[in-house]
């Protein structure tokens, strides 16, 4: 069972060390060091912006960008216990980033990290629509 | 053609299952592909509309004792639904984000509980419901815009609601009081219902349904450009742009337009598309993302569908005002015009795809000039070869009617070239890598044959691995991998258990997008490669290594590759030249 987890490490140099540990590296036909994640998927969120303001031109522009390097994996097996004092849940609804498919999967996490949110609370009993 | 009766393995892109892609021979599953995308995406279907892949939003669709389905005072068992003794709540619920138009439906049947109410919701507010009398199969109660139907399949019923959510992170199968409960009504019933299956699409029409476990690893079959299904192979790649197919929405800014939401059909077939209408004023005509986004400094591509409706398009990137690329769009004729760019950024390639129905899939490819954030701007423009400036966008006074439909706007970092639609909202989104693979197939490709792609030329990624065989030993050891590389050349390299090459050759002129038929022989001191049915090189000496696994539209090294295979084949003999010029003919 695949698991999604989302994760802010101190900065991009912590995260180089932990990135090392689900790399693997070969050499391709032409001689190249290649590295390749080994199973899981990653995508590199970086320095996430924190507050936007919008300028003269209408732009939203970030003003406050966080030190920490987020990080999203999904893994295709156990995930390794050392990533774990680094998982984060941000809101479902305005999360930066999602894996196609992990919407729901990623639903339950937060649910279960925040279960008294107002996300995650089932419906109130003759609730006028 | 007669020489496929001696095929060991065909692999045609028809039948197909999570987790799997079925092959026409052998017959008995032992050369079924395993396929893995750990996510979703979008494909092009045999109608030629853009849909989710699998179509069936909801996960374990008919295993309702998953925890997918969270049970809220309720039981289930054996397909049947229960109802709990409490007064609260009762009933099933999923989470699931997707917005805009969508049906959801659930198969059930009456036992001892008769009235049931399908929901839309957020979790402590909702957006509506369809109450239904599942005995006397009857729709009751509309609310919040819901529009409730019923299919009597006889022994069961479809139980059906459409609705056009915005905001929705839950759906609710529950019990209730009657045809005019209110919102999850209380009920001290603990009757039962039967229920068999469910599934949510999108769109306004119930689709046929797809059984789905995890939702993951499912091959797409896909239909771009019209003709036969190809079995669509993508790396991984992300849709930076948020509420995509949404530009009323606050993620989208711009000059000197409107936008009119939901205008016409786009082409996911559900009236979800966008008009931008210029207005009757000097100046640019424009929509972008509120946001400034990281290109990051490799190549990136921009795309958008539009349909023209007065006005073409425009596409382009930009650091500042004077340092940009971008390309104008012929609405009407279907035609890229020549790029054009400014100052330190060098001119982008650009593409555009017919969607039919008028609708064309525009974008363009580029190398940002520097690294951090660029402008990625929608422009209208007054001709259909325009002159762009500051930005790459055009000036001029608008007739304040004209304009073009948009739907699906995708900025794809990492990507030299255009990857199929990634629909996203709030949040950017990845689709997943895609694999196809089958191992243990020693006896059916044996100690001599011939390895068989047909497909299209798909360079663009470091190196698309089109279709590979591989023994033990090291990434590179007993293996034959045929590949495309940017430069339009096609390889064929044949190693040995040291990883030494035994074989190698290779065709180059080719075309981005053309199709290929391609074919290698491998024979103990015998090997041949055929490329659209001429000989590249033979060579009369080297052993054939000795493989078990085949690899499609990929291979273990690189993750950066793209393929559209219309069929694979293994010969478990080495097939003469005239065969082999015969079956590559296009």
């Keep these: 069972m695949n698991k999604y987890f989302k994760y802010e490490f101190t900065d991009q140099a912590e995260w180089s060390k932990f990135q090392a540990k689900i790399q693997v590296k070969s050499t391709d036909l032409e001689g190249n060091e290649i590295y390749t994640y080994k199973d899981v998927a990653v995508v590199e969120l970086g320095h996430i912006c924190k507050a936007y303001e919008v300028n003269e031109e209408g732009f939203e522009v970030c003003t406050d960008l966080a030190t920490t390097w987020a990080v999203d994996i999904v893994w295709f097996r156990t995930p390794l216990p050392s990533f774990k004092p680094f998982e984060v849940f941000p809101k479902p609804t305005t999360q930066l980033h999602i894996f196609g498919g992990y919407e729901a999967a990623y639903f339950k996490s937060y649910c279960e990290a925040y279960p008294d949110s107002e996300l995650c609370v089932i419906p109130e009993v003759n609730d006028v629509v | 053609m007669s020489n496929y009766t001696d095929a060991s393995l065909i692999m045609y892109p028809s039948g197909y299952k999570e987790d799997k892609i079925y092959s026409l021979k052998p017959t008995d599953g032992s050369g079924d592909l395993t396929f893995t995308r750990?996510?979703?995406?979008?494909?092009?279907?045999?109608?030629?509309?853009?849909?989710?892949?699998?179509?069936?939003?909801?996960?374990?669709?008919?295993?309702?004792?998953?925890?997918?389905?969270?049970?809220?005072?309720?039981?289930?068992?054996?397909?049947?639904?229960?109802?709990g003794a409490g007064t609260t709540f009762k009933g099933i619920f999923q989470n699931e984000i997707t917005q805009g138009s969508q049906t959801v439906?659930?198969?059930?049947?009456?036992?001892?509980?008769?009235?049931?109410?399908?929901?839309?919701?957020?979790?402590?507010?909702?957006?509506?419901?369809?109450?239904?009398?599942?005995?006397?199969?009857i729709v009751g109660t509309q609310a919040g815009g819901f529009i409730g139907s019923i299919v009597d399949y006889g022994s069961f019923i479809r139980i059906i609601a459409t609705i056009n959510s915005t905001d929705k992170t839950s759906v609710f199968l529950i019990f209730v009081n009657s045809t005019s409960s209110s919102r999850a009504d209380a009920t001290s019933s603990t009757g039962a219902i039967k229920l068999f299956k469910a599934q949510l699409n999108i769109g306004a029409t119930a689709k046929p349904y797809f059984p789905t476990t995890d939702r993951l690893n499912v091959p797409r079959i896909d239909y771009t450009g019209g003709g036969c299904g190809k079995l669509l192979l993508e790396p991984q790649r992300t849709n930076l742009v948020t509420y995509s197919e949404q530009f009323d929405n606050a993620a989208w800014i711009g000059d000197r337009k409107t936008i009119t939401a939901n205008a016409i059909i786009s082409p996911d077939g559900t009236q979800n598309a966008d008009l931008l209408t210029a207005t009757a004023t000097l100046g640019t005509h424009n929509i972008n993302p509120s946001t400034l986004i990281n290109l990051l400094s490799s190549a990136g591509t921009f795309s958008v569908f539009a349909k023209y409706n007065g006005y073409n398009l425009s596409l382009s990137i930009a650091g500042s005002s004077t340092n940009w690329?971008?390309?104008?769009?012929?609405?009407?004729?279907?035609?890229?015009?020549?790029?054009?760019?400014?100052?330190?950024?060098?001119?982008?390639?650009?593409?555009?795809?017919?969607?039919?129905?008028?609708?064309?899939?525009?974008?363009?490819?580029?190398?940002?000039y520097t690294s951090g954030t660029f402008y990625t701007f929608i422009g209208a423009t007054s001709t259909n070869n325009s002159t762009l400036v500051s930005f790459g966008l055009e000036d001029f006074t608008a007739n304040g009617t004209s304009g073009f439909y948009l739907y699906g706007a995708q900025v794809e970092a990492n990507a030299s070239y255009v990857s199929s639609y990634i629909p996203t909202l709030a949040s950017s989104v990845t689709r997943l890598a895609d694999a196809a693979s089958k191992t243990g197939i020693g006896s059916l490709i044996g100690t001599e044959f011939t390895l068989f792609y047909d497909g299209y030329e798909t360079t663009g990624g470091q190196s698309t691995r089109y279709i590979a065989l591989k023994g033990t030993g090291g990434t590179y050891a007993n293996a034959v991998i045929i590949e495309g590389q940017a430069t339009n050349q096609i390889f064929v390299t044949v190693l040995n258990n040291s990883s030494t090459t035994v074989y190698a050759s290779s065709r180059s002129g080719l075309t981005n997008g053309q199709r290929i038929k391609l074919a290698v022989r491998c024979k103990n001191n015998d090997f041949a490669f055929y490329v659209n049915g001429s000989l590249a090189t033979a060579q009369a000496s080297g052993s054939v290594p000795t493989t078990s696994t085949l690899y499609l539209g990929y291979y273990i090294d690189y993750d950066d590759n793209y393929s559209q295979v219309n069929q694979a084949i293994i010969f478990p003999t080495g097939l003469t030249n005239a065969q082999l010029a015969e079956l590559t003919t296009l």
Excluded: M
Aim: with cysteine; net charge negative; charged share 15%.
């Design chain 2, 38 to 83: 750990a996510s979703t995406a979008t494909r092009v279907n045999a109608e030629g509309l853009i849909e989710t892949s699998p179509v069936n939003l909801f996960q374990y669709s008919q295993d309702f004792t998953n925890a997918a389905f969270t049970k809220v005072d309720s039981t289930f068992s054996g397909n049947t639904l229960t109802a």
């Design chain 2, 105 to 137: 439906y659930f198969d059930v049947e009456y036992i001892s509980h008769q009235w049931v109410q399908i929901g839309l919701g957020t979790g402590a507010s909702d957006l509506g419901y369809v109450n239904f009398d599942i005995q006397n199969k």
């Design chain 2, 325 to 368: 690329t971008g390309c104008v769009f012929d609405l009407q004729n279907g035609i890229a015009r020549t790029p054009q760019s400014s100052g330190a950024q060098s001119p982008c390639t650009a593409k555009i795809e017919d969607f039919g129905n008028g609708w064309y899939r525009c974008s363009i490819s580029y190398t940002p």
